[in-house]
């Protein structure tokens, strides 16, 4: 896999030597976590896959890390700090541009995917950037309300993707929080996959299994890798 120079940490894993047309997974982790978390899930990933596992850029501990801050209010709901949201917003969108480059991997064979707060992050750039990627793959996640008002034109969304899957029983981020981002999207001219699978905030091995077949699917109808 080429060296690549990047604005942020990272862990990376190359596709299968030999692919003529790799693709390109970039995954974020949640609040709390690094991008040690989702790489062990990279070589679980197709062979045509190049994987990157992204480390966000503020410092909650040692080993532990968030894309933004954010308090739970009295009654539930969460603010969070939009400065540290827009700021991540742009180093992801930064980021994954630049790697793609480098990787010699069109916007068309882009993947952006992660969890619970990694999710927001992948969800936030397909629909305020959805010429820099092909899909977003969300785990356990939400919409952010504060990226509604700058979501792209309708048409921009033609041919791209959106994978949503939750825990049915998540005590972390509710269900209905993947239920509204669905609703969003069936707004849009994209194509969604993904439903809610027993369980809390994990990733279980049956919503893996069945993120890694829309993942296969996904790429292969652009044809023979």
Same mark, same amino acid.
């Given at each position: 896999?080429?060296?690549?120079?990047?604005?942020?940490?990272?862990?990376?894993?190359?596709?299968?030597?030999?692919?003529?047309?790799?693709?390109?997974?970039?995954?974020?982790?949640?609040?709390?976590?690094?991008?040690?978390?989702?790489?062990?899930?990279?070589?679980?990933?197709?062979?045509?896959?190049?994987?990157?596992?992204?480390?966000?850029?503020?410092?909650?501990?040692?080993?532990?890390?968030?894309?933004?801050?954010?308090?739970?209010?009295?009654?539930?709901?969460?603010?969070?700090?939009?400065?540290?949201?827009?700021?991540?917003?742009?180093?992801?969108?930064?980021?994954?541009?630049? $790697?793609?480059?480098?990787?010699?991997? &069109? @916007? %068309?064979? +882009? /993947?952006?995917?992660?969890?619970? !707060?990694?999710?927001?992050?992948?969800?936030?750039?397909?629909?305020?950037?959805?010429?820099?990627?092909?899909?977003?793959?969300?785990?356990?996640?939400?919409?952010?309300?504060?990226?509604?008002?700058?979501?792209?034109?309708?048409?921009?969304?033609?041919?791209? $993707?959106?994978?949503?899957?939750?825990? &049915? @029983? %998540?005590? +972390? /981020?509710?269900?209905?929080?993947? !239920?509204?981002?669905?609703?969003?999207?069936?707004?849009?001219?994209?194509?969604?996959?993904?439903?809610?699978?027993?369980?809390?905030?994990?990733?279980?091995?049956?919503?893996?299994?069945?993120?890694?077949?829309?993942?296969?699917?996904?790429?292969?109808?652009?044809?023979?890798?």
């Amino acid at each position: 896999m080429t060296q690549l120079h990047l604005p942020l940490k990272f862990l990376a894993h190359g596709a299968q030597p030999g692919v003529r047309e790799p693709w390109l997974l970039v995954l974020m982790h949640g609040v709390g976590s690094n991008e040690q978390d989702l790489f062990g899930l990279a070589r679980m990933m197709p062979p045509q896959f190049h994987v990157l596992s992204l480390r966000a850029p503020y410092v909650l501990s040692p080993d532990s890390y968030a894309w933004f801050e954010f308090e739970v209010l009295p009654g539930g709901e969460r603010r969070i700090d939009e400065e540290q949201e827009r700021e991540s917003r742009f180093l992801v969108s930064e980021m994954v541009a630049s $790697a793609a480059q480098q990787l010699g991997v &069109s @916007a %068309d064979r +882009v /993947i952006v995917g992660g969890f619970s !707060q990694g999710g927001i992050m992948a969800l936030s750039l397909l629909l305020t950037k959805p010429e820099s990627v092909r899909a977003a793959m969300v785990w356990h996640s939400r919409l952010l309300s504060q990226v509604v008002q700058h979501i792209a034109p309708p048409e921009a969304f033609e041919g791209k $993707a959106l994978w949503v899957s939750h825990g &049915s @029983a %998540d005590n +972390v /981020i509710p269900p209905s929080a993947a !239920q509204a981002t669905r609703e969003l999207a069936r707004t849009l001219p994209l194509t969604l996959s993904g439903t809610d699978f027993p369980g809390a905030h994990e990733i279980r091995p049956a919503e893996l299994q069945a993120t890694l077949a829309w993942l296969q699917s996904l790429s292969a109808q652009a044809g023979p890798a």
